[in-house]
């Protein structure tokens, strides 16, 4: 056989070795799918996290890992998965933890967090961002390419105060979000102030310093106000980017936005302030749009528990078409990629309750399927 037959055979075998691992991909991608399973990472009160599968078709729910915390209230991941950073909400001893999302999870390092019981967390182009309701303030944490979570580079914090004495005698931060400008693509941070009934407006800049790390910076249009004791809590944007929906936990209400862009500057134009929780329990928790676009749902806690159903306009106004009775403090809750499934984690009853959706009516059914958690409160849900 001559060198050039050797060199035909080998880049022919090379080739179909090549064809056979893109089959292999291929199969293992569609089994996946056929076989819907899903991977569900909950975030709770209590000394860990939790990861489990979640299988559509037979409603079971495996354990599958661990990620030992305090009060690791709620969590958030890396883009490609391979890393799982938490918040743990501790009082003086808070912080915000990296783990190797392995099979078998492990620590990669804990910083503390400068603020006061962080409830949110964001991850953005390798730095972590959390929400410090205790605090009143935005902490901004480098993250390297190994996971590890560096020094705090910056921290924002908030005064003034709302209203209601009880809840809104200072600044509470609740939600740090990324919202991409659907014009230019620019990205900006929003945060909602619970105790000052404020919205706050940031750009991402380089820092003069340190130029090596990123910085928040203040918009032009740095702050939006919420009618006094509304308590602005949880966002959710339309699948084109055009409205936000805000939840307020204190007045039970949604108000919705069209999100214009103006220079470096997101615009919000108020459109509609409409009712989710009826009962007036001053504790609306979570919003989240269906994958289709067409329904929005949010969650109600303390008095009748459940989920409130909006039908979302072509002009994204809601129309309330529904209300799902839940399990007690229905605190958080997540929907599966395809649409079919809700799980809603049920804080005071310490389990997580799977719903099925009609992709048609939006309306819920309880498929009366749970995971029990006993010593966690389920807060928050991912599904990947």
């Known amino acids: 056989m001559t060198k050039k037959t050797k060199g035909i055979v080998t880049?022919?075998?090379?080739?179909?070795?090549?064809?056979?691992?893109?089959?292999?991909?291929?199969?293992?991608?569609?089994?996946?799918?056929?076989?819907?399973?899903?991977?569900?990472?909950?975030g709770a009160y209590g000394d860990k996290a939790v990861k489990?599968?979640?299988?559509?078709?037979?409603?079971?729910?495996?354990?599958?890992?661990?990620?030992?915390?305090?009060?690791?209230?709620?969590?958030?991941?890396?883009?490609?998965?391979?890393?799982?950073?938490?918040?743990?909400?501790?009082?003086?001893?808070?912080?915000?933890?990296?783990?190797?999302?392995?099979?078998?999870?492990?620590?990669?390092?804990?910083?503390?967090?400068?603020?006061?019981?962080?409830?949110?967390?964001?991850?953005?182009?390798?730095y972590l961002m959390t929400a410090n309701y205790g605090g009143g303030s935005i902490s901004l944490f480098p993250v390297d390419t190994n996971g590890n979570i560096k020094q705090c580079s910056q921290i924002i914090k908030f005064l003034g105060s709302g209203p209601n004495i009880a809840r809104q005698a200072s600044s509470h931060i609740h939600t740090v979000r990324v919202i991409k400008g659907k014009d230019t693509g620019n990205d900006y941070v929003m945060a909602t102030d619970l105790g000052c009934d404020k919205l706050y407006f940031f750009r991402f800049g380089n820092d003069s310093l340190k130029r090596k790390n990123m910085k928040l910076y203040w918009c032009d249009t740095a702050s939006y106000s919420v009618p006094a004791g509304y308590g602005p809590r949880h966002v959710e944007f339309s699948n084109n980017g055009q409205y936000m929906y805000l939840l307020c936990e204190l007045s039970g209400r949604i108000l919705v936005y069209n999100i214009n862009e103006k220079g470096k500057n997101l615009i919000l134009n108020q459109i509609q302030d409409t009712l989710s929780d009826?009962?007036?329990?001053?504790?609306?928790?979570?919003?989240?749009?269906?994958?289709?676009?067409?329904?929005?749902?949010?969650?109600?806690?303390?008095?009748?528990?459940?989920?409130?159903?909006?039908?979302?306009?072509?002009?994204?106004?809601?129309?309330?078409?529904?209300?799902?009775?839940?399990?007690?403090?229905?605190?958080?809750?997540?929907?599966?990629?395809?649409?079919?499934f809700m799980l809603v984690a049920c804080q005071q009853d310490h389990e997580v309750q799977i719903f099925r959706i009609n992709k048609k009516t939006g309306y819920l059914t309880n498929t009366d399927k749970t995971l029990r958690l006993n010593n966690l409160e389920p807060v928050c849900i991912l599904i990947r």
């Open 11 to 42: 880049l022919a075998a090379v080739s179909i070795l090549a064809l056979a691992a893109a089959a292999i991909i291929i199969i293992v991608a569609k089994n996946r799918e056929n076989n819907h399973v899903y991977s569900v990472y909950i």
């Open 52 to 126: 489990y599968s979640f299988n559509c078709r037979t409603l079971e729910m495996s354990k599958l890992a661990d990620y030992n915390d305090a009060n690791p209230s709620f969590i958030t991941l890396s883009p490609d998965s391979k890393f799982l950073f938490a918040v743990s909400e501790n009082a003086a001893k808070s912080g915000v933890s990296s783990f190797r999302n392995t099979f078998t999870p492990s620590k990669i390092n804990r910083r503390k967090d400068v603020g006061v019981d962080p409830c949110y967390i964001t991850y953005y182009k390798n």
């Open 278 to 340: 009826r009962m007036n329990a001053a504790a609306s928790g979570d919003i989240h749009i269906h994958p289709n676009g067409r329904f929005l749902y949010a969650s109600c806690r303390k008095v009748r528990d459940g989920i409130s159903i909006f039908q979302v306009h072509s002009d994204g106004t809601l129309s309330k078409i529904g209300y799902q009775i839940t399990g007690a403090g229905p605190r958080n809750f997540a929907i599966t990629p395809d649409g079919d």
